[in-house]
């Protein structure tokens, strides 16, 4: 990569002498919004879009069987860092539009069509607000359903009760 003062441009400044720097302008003018380039990085667009999915009711967790167990027992050690929020979500980012992943554990007794229909909203809403991709789709995968009475893996339990 090169330092911002080595790269050239195709831009030529102009400059009125009696302005000082205050009158150097582009060629073309317009929009100062418009001059350089702005790329989001997939673990943004996957951070927005787990935080989005986890708030839809009738989610009970993110990712397969396997990423949670790994990531449970993560979460456990010491200096393992809080839980990941971007757990069963996989994002492709391009320079204007995004596609996602999603694997999903939804609660016994939810609709999961409504529950997955509700994620893709607001997975959608989330990202095209924060980033101004234009999010061409988001796949759900249901991977497991939660029972009332099954234990939440995802909970770390002490050794001592």
Do not use: C, W
């Not at 100062?32 to 839809?56: C, H, M, Q, S």
Request: charged share 30%.
């Amino acid at each position: 990569m090169t330092d911002i003062g080595e790269r050239k441009t195709s831009q030529t400044l102009h400059k009125d002498p009696s302005q000082g720097l205050a009158g150097a302008t582009a060629r073309g003018g317009g929009d100062p919004g418009g001059r350089g380039r702005t790329t989001i990085a997939d673990g943004v667009v996957e951070k927005i879009a787990g935080l989005a999915a986890r708030d839809v009711e009738g989610v009970h967790a993110m990712g397969g069987g396997l990423a949670r167990t790994f990531g449970a027992v993560r979460d456990r050690v010491p200096g393992g860092g809080t839980k990941s929020v971007t757990r069963g979500v996989k994002a492709e980012v391009g320079e204007v539009q995004t596609a996602l992943d999603l694997e999903i554990v939804v609660e016994y007794g939810v609709p999961i069509t409504d529950v997955a229909q509700d994620v893709r909203e607001n997975v959608i809403g989330a990202v095209e607000r924060m980033t101004g991709l234009e999010v061409v789709e988001v796949n759900i995968a249901v991977s497991d359903v939660k029972l009332p009475d099954e234990d939440d893996e995802d909970e770390p339990q002490g050794r001592l009760q």
